[in-house]
């Protein structure tokens, strides 16, 4: 990511946006980056209207049908209110930092919104979860896997809690999704003058070691002095327990891969592999 490029942070009110606010404003002060915050509204909030046709006389249905729609409008214009102020709140938040700050209130699809825009941003930020249970359940993580496969840019999801990164780890399976991420890192402000660890979880072989080097050689002339880890095991399981025993504080890694990493990003095992991750994860196609 160069300079003057633009992050995209999306919020909605819950307890993950105030960390996605800290990071990207963590993210814009590193990469000298402007910050476009977005709201995204549902399609249709409001009541479902019934055909209520031979169950109330005519006059009585229209009078009814006049106020359900006058009750929509009220409850479109409560919701429109209620994003107007998540968004100021986000913006306090970010322009606290120092960082220049631009909002959007939209309508629709989540998803289609952001891939329609993602053009004129360099990276995503977004929260693990949504507002509330059963929307980060059933819809944030299909939103999140879809965006991951649809979008070019890189995805940083925001766990609940903000905390400076200052210690990074790069899962690295050797495919060309992890390849493009050791390569976007080289080049970018991102992460500069932090510690980086390359970490395999499986069998080494030959192939693997050269690829490792090739990829601690990619970062070196990038400035990282990267370290380099091998462990016997699944990477769902090993890469967990590294970041928790060496205290990592991002997680990089591919979104599609040609190993068991790519078995966690792909299909429902998304929303599971967010969950478990107890700190934020770049997510590089």
């Known amino acids: 990511?160069?300079?003057?490029?633009?992050?995209?942070?999306?919020?909605?009110?819950?307890?993950?946006?105030?960390?996605?606010?800290?990071?990207?404003?963590?993210?814009?002060?590193?990469?000298?980056?402007?910050?476009?915050?977005?709201h995204v509204l549902g399609r249709r909030d409001g009541v479902e209207q019934q055909d209520l046709s031979g169950a109330i006389q005519l006059g009585a249905r229209s009078h009814l049908l006049e106020e359900l729609s006058e009750l929509d409008a009220k409850r479109a214009k409560l919701?429109?209110?209620?994003?107007?102020?998540?968004?100021?709140?986000?913006?306090?938040?970010?322009e606290a930092e120092g960082v220049t700050v631009e909002t959007r209130l939209r309508q629709g699809d989540l998803v289609e919104t952001i891939l329609a825009k993602e053009g004129t941003g360099d990276l995503?930020?977004?929260?693990?979860?949504?507002?509330?249970?059963?929307?980060?359940?059933?819809h944030l993580g299909s939103n999140l896997e879809r965006i991951v496969r649809s979008s070019h840019k890189p995805v940083f999801v925001a766990n609940r809690e903000f905390k400076p990164v200052t210690n990074v780890?790069?899962?690295f399976d050797g495919?060309?999704?992890?390849?493009?991420?050791?390569?976007?890192?080289?080049?970018?402000k991102l992460l500069a003058g932090l510690p980086v660890t390359l970490a395999f979880a499986g069998v080494e072989t030959?192939?693997?070691?050269?690829?490792?080097e090739q990829a601690k050689s990619?970062?070196?002339?990038?400035?990282?002095?990267?370290?380099?880890?091998?462990?016997?095991?699944?990477?769902?399981?090993?890469?967990?327990?590294?970041?928790?025993d060496q205290e990592y504080d991002l997680v990089v890694m591919g979104a599609y891969g040609h190993s068991r990493i790519r078995s966690l990003i792909i299909g429902s095992s998304t929303t599971e592999m967010v969950?478990?991750?107890?700190?934020p994860i770049l997510l590089m196609r």
Request: with cysteine.
């Open 1 to 38: 990511m160069n300079s003057t490029g633009t992050l995209i942070a999306l919020v909605d009110g819950s307890k993950y946006s105030t960390s996605v606010c800290h990071y990207a404003a963590w993210i814009a002060k590193r990469t000298g980056s402007t910050v476009k915050i977005y």
């Open 218 to 244: 990619t970062l070196a002339g990038g400035g990282f002095e990267a370290g380099i880890i091998v462990e016997n095991g699944k990477p769902e399981t090993t890469l967990g327990r590294l970041v928790e």
């Open 124 to 138: 995503i930020v977004i929260g693990k979860r949504g507002e509330a249970a059963d929307f980060a359940k059933l």
């Open 169 to 171: 780890l790069i899962a």
């Open 206 to 212: 030959d192939d693997i070691r050269k690829a490792l």
């Open 79 to 94: 919701n429109q209110a209620k994003g107007r102020a998540i968004l100021e709140d986000a913006q306090a938040i970010i």
């Open 275 to 279: 969950r478990t991750c107890k700190v």
């Open 175 to 188: 495919g060309p999704s992890s390849l493009r991420a050791v390569d976007y890192l080289s080049r970018s």
